[in-house]
């Protein structure tokens, strides 16, 4: 029988646990310890709101709220002034800390009802928020947050605005609470791990793990829910690829935008590697699998290139238009054509496919889907063959080739060795914009100098590489700094230090050690190449890459100066 519901606060209080706490074990125990006392509807929201999300990306329903309507809701609640935010603000760092003080120095603030809010009844009206919809959605999703935190205490309006925001400080992220959903109903971690990889949903794995082992080791995937993507490594080169993975399969890596596909009779929707549903803005791909993949279930993945007139690839940028809203518009299918190339199979008729080898499920691939649907690739171990490949990739217009081992199965969520990407630039990396100054001359207005930093999974911070002031168009720059001070957590002079969102391909002279950066290391001339707005923080290259590409570099550098060690 389930017990008295639990309360929001009890959940705040154990946030505030974790922020005081530095030892792992002792956090998985706490938040283990909490999560077998929650009743069966409040562990998948709590279980999410914990990590810092209300619902996953790939639902389609989004809150809608960002920091300016919470800034305004708690301002008109605590009758704010933007001199007494900007202060407290700078004083502690954090946006939900900043909320937690007002609500405390504003007695108007004070709950004014007996009434206590749940776990449950914060996650469905936190769901009314993210129904909101149609003309007037703007000023509904308003009243409902002013709501919301209207009956809430300074603590609850803290992880309020830490849940709306999906900002945590905590530290506790996806990794740590497969571990305590583990040890909290005496599952294997390693079921745990891959149910959450199958489902991308953390809520929903926590439901499926307390009904037992078993129930985790029958999951298989969930159509409509993403598959956490596989992900590649990078090789310095074509001859250290195939050094490492022998015979292989070589596919033109191309210049596009990751997705993976999921089909049910007359039924597909498109997700980003960020797990977000695109299928409005891909009706061509749509069509493609609809026309051209035979099966009646179906989870493929694939690339999706912007082409021009000529049907050749265009570069990244145009493709991002189908994404993004300019000026209010999302550019269509006549403005900017798109092709689909598939590459990969993990689900088809009823079979989950994940644990096989790459080899067999690209001929499964191969014999469901048409010739021009699949990307261009092929198998070798010969150095000679695979470099006229690579060259005619090139010439293509696409960025180079993934080097994959035919023996490997699909690993989701993992970043290993068995994919290698190789490209013709090969010095750029994936890089986090963890604060940005403003510039100098006509750049005055403008967030346009951008501290990069690499991400770092062991701890899951962010470890800044480098400073970067070039690369981005004057339009680019607008956007940029629109979209960075919508993020910002705290100003400290000309530097605005940001939450840990935007993405940015970065192209680089040479990696140099630095004392001046926590991570040890510093980017030499580097130049913003694109924003990749296909990427997750998370996706972005780690220090451990960094440090691997210093080593090569200082590798490389010895041999063509004649030494031997």
Same mark, same amino acid.
């Given at each position: 029988?389930?017990?008295?519901?639990?309360?929001?606060?009890?959940?705040?209080?154990?946030?505030?646990?974790?922020?005081?706490?530095?030892?792992?074990?002792?956090?998985?125990?706490?938040?283990?310890?909490?999560?077998?006392?929650?009743?069966?509807?409040?562990?998948?929201?709590?279980?999410?709101?914990?990590?810092?999300?209300?619902?996953?990306?790939?639902?389609?329903?989004?809150?809608?709220?960002?920091?300016?309507?919470?800034?305004?809701?708690?301002?008109?609640?605590?009758?704010?002034?933007?001199?007494?935010?900007?202060?407290?603000?700078?004083?502690?760092?954090?946006?939900?800390?900043?909320?937690?003080?007002?609500?405390?120095?504003?007695?108007?603030?004070?709950?004014?009802?007996?009434?206590?809010?749940?776990?449950?009844?914060?996650?469905?009206?936190?769901?009314?928020?993210?129904?909101?919809?149609?003309?007037?959605?703007?000023?509904?999703?308003?009243?409902?947050?002013?709501?919301?935190?209207?009956?809430?205490?300074?603590?609850?309006?803290?992880?309020?605005?830490?849940?709306?925001?999906?900002?945590?400080?905590?530290?506790?992220?996806?990794?740590?609470?497969?571990?305590?959903?583990?040890?909290?109903?005496?599952?294997?971690?390693?079921?745990?791990?891959?149910?959450?990889?199958?489902?991308?949903?953390?809520?929903?794995?926590?439901?499926?793990?307390?009904?037992?082992?078993?129930?985790?080791?029958?999951?298989?995937?969930?159509?409509?829910?993403?598959?956490?993507?596989?992900?590649?490594? +990078?090789? *310095?080169? $074509? /001859? @250290? #690829?195939? %050094?490492?993975?022998?015979? !292989? =399969?070589?596919?033109?890596?191309?210049?596009?935008?990751?997705?993976?596909?999921?089909?049910?009779?007359?039924?597909?929707?498109?997700?980003?590697?960020?797990?977000?549903?695109?299928?409005?803005?891909?009706?061509?791909?749509?069509?493609?699998?609809?026309?051209?993949?035979?099966?009646?279930?179906?989870?493929?993945?694939?690339?999706?290139?912007?082409?021009?007139?000529?049907?050749?690839?265009?570069?990244?940028?145009?493709?991002?238009?189908?994404?993004?809203?300019?000026?209010?518009?999302?550019?269509?299918?006549?403005?900017?054509?798109?092709?689909?190339?598939?590459?990969?199979?993990?689900?088809?008729?009823?079979?989950?496919?994940?644990?096989?080898?790459?080899?067999?499920?690209?001929?499964?691939?191969?014999?469901?889907?048409?010739?021009?649907?699949?990307?261009?690739?092929? +198998?070798? *171990?010969? $150095? /000679? @063959? #695979?470099? %006229?490949?690579?060259?005619? !990739? =090139?010439?293509?217009?696409?960025?180079?080739?993934?080097?994959?081992?035919?023996?490997?199965?699909?690993?989701?969520?993992?970043?290993?060795?068995?994919?290698?990407?190789?490209?013709?630039?090969?010095?750029?990396?994936?890089?986090?914009?963890?604060?940005?100054?403003?510039?100098?001359?006509?750049?005055?207005?403008?967030?346009?100098?951008?501290?990069?930093?690499?991400?770092?999974?062991?701890?899951?911070?962010?470890?800044?590489?480098?400073?970067?002031?070039?690369?981005?168009?004057?339009?680019?720059?607008?956007?940029?700094?629109?979209?960075?001070?919508?993020?910002?957590?705290?100003?400290?002079?000309?530097?605005?230090?940001?939450?840990?969102?935007?993405?940015?391909?970065?192209?680089?002279?040479?990696?140099?050690?630095?004392?001046?950066?926590?991570?040890?290391?510093?980017? +030499?001339?580097?130049?913003?190449?694109?924003?990749?707005?296909?990427?997750?923080?998370?996706?972005?290259?780690?220090?451990?890459?960094?440090?691997?590409?210093?080593?090569?570099?200082?590798?490389?550098?010895?041999?063509?100066?004649?030494?031997?060690?």
């Amino acid at each position: 029988m389930d017990s008295a519901p639990m309360l929001f606060e009890e959940l705040c209080l154990l946030c505030e646990k974790l922020e005081g706490m530095s030892g792992k074990n002792a956090m998985v125990a706490l938040v283990s310890d909490f999560i077998k006392r929650l009743n069966g509807d409040e562990l998948e929201p709590a279980v999410r709101f914990i990590v810092g999300e209300v619902l996953p990306p790939w639902s389609g329903k989004e809150l809608g709220v960002g920091y300016k309507t919470v800034y305004k809701v708690v301002s008109d609640i605590v009758g704010a002034s933007g001199d007494e935010w900007l202060r407290l603000f700078n004083a502690c760092g954090d946006f939900g800390a900043t909320v937690q003080a007002l609500f405390e120095r504003r007695r108007r603030a004070q709950r004014l009802v007996t009434k206590r809010l749940t776990i449950r009844e914060v996650y469905e009206r936190l769901l009314r928020v993210c129904d909101a919809s149609g003309e007037g959605s703007r000023k509904r999703k308003e009243r409902l947050v002013a709501s919301l935190f209207s009956d809430a205490s300074p603590l609850e309006a803290k992880y309020l605005a830490k849940v709306i925001l999906g900002e945590r400080r905590h530290g506790f992220g996806e990794a740590l609470m497969e571990e305590a959903i583990a040890k909290a109903f005496g599952v294997p971690l390693r079921l745990v791990h891959r149910v959450s990889m199958l489902t991308s949903d953390i809520g929903l794995t926590a439901r499926i793990a307390r009904m037992g082992r078993r129930a985790l080791e029958e999951q298989g995937v969930v159509l409509f829910h993403p598959v956490r993507p596989m992900l590649a490594e +990078r090789a *310095s080169s $074509l /001859r @250290e #690829a195939l %050094r490492e993975v022998g015979e !292989a =399969i070589i596919d033109w890596k191309l210049d596009g935008a990751r997705v993976q596909i999921h089909k049910r009779g007359r039924v597909v929707r498109v997700f980003s590697r960020r797990l977000s549903d695109v299928t409005q803005s891909l009706p061509e791909v749509v069509e493609a699998v609809l026309g051209g993949l035979s099966a009646e279930e179906a989870v493929v993945e694939g690339e999706v290139v912007a082409v021009g007139e000529d049907g050749g690839p265009m570069p990244f940028q145009y493709l991002m238009r189908r994404f993004r809203r300019v000026h209010g518009v999302r550019e269509s299918r006549e403005d900017v054509p798109v092709k689909l190339y598939l590459f990969d199979a993990l689900y088809l008729d009823g079979e989950l496919l994940i644990d096989r080898p790459l080899e067999e499920r690209r001929e499964l691939l191969v014999g469901r889907a048409d010739e021009e649907l699949i990307v261009e690739s092929i +198998r070798t *171990s010969d $150095l /000679r @063959e #695979a470099e %006229r490949f690579f060259k005619r !990739a =090139i010439e293509e217009g696409h960025e180079g080739v993934v080097v994959k081992d035919p023996r490997a199965p699909y690993t989701p969520g993992v970043r290993g060795r068995r994919w290698l990407k190789v490209k013709a630039a090969p010095h750029t990396l994936d890089l986090v914009i963890v604060a940005a100054e403003y510039g100098h001359g006509y750049r005055y207005k403008y967030l346009s100098d951008y501290h990069l930093a690499a991400y770092d999974p062991e701890t899951g911070r962010f470890l800044v590489v480098g400073k970067c002031f070039t690369g981005l168009t004057d339009d680019e720059l607008e956007m940029m700094t629109r979209r960075l001070k919508e993020l910002a957590v705290k100003q400290v002079g000309r530097v605005v230090y940001v939450v840990p969102k935007v993405v940015v391909e970065v192209g680089f002279a040479e990696i140099q050690e630095s004392p001046h950066y926590p991570s040890g290391f510093a980017l +030499r001339f580097p130049r913003i190449l694109r924003i990749r707005e296909d990427k997750s923080p998370q996706d972005a290259d780690t220090i451990e890459t960094v440090r691997r590409v210093f080593e090569e570099q200082r590798a490389r550098q010895r041999i063509s100066s004649g030494g031997s060690h």
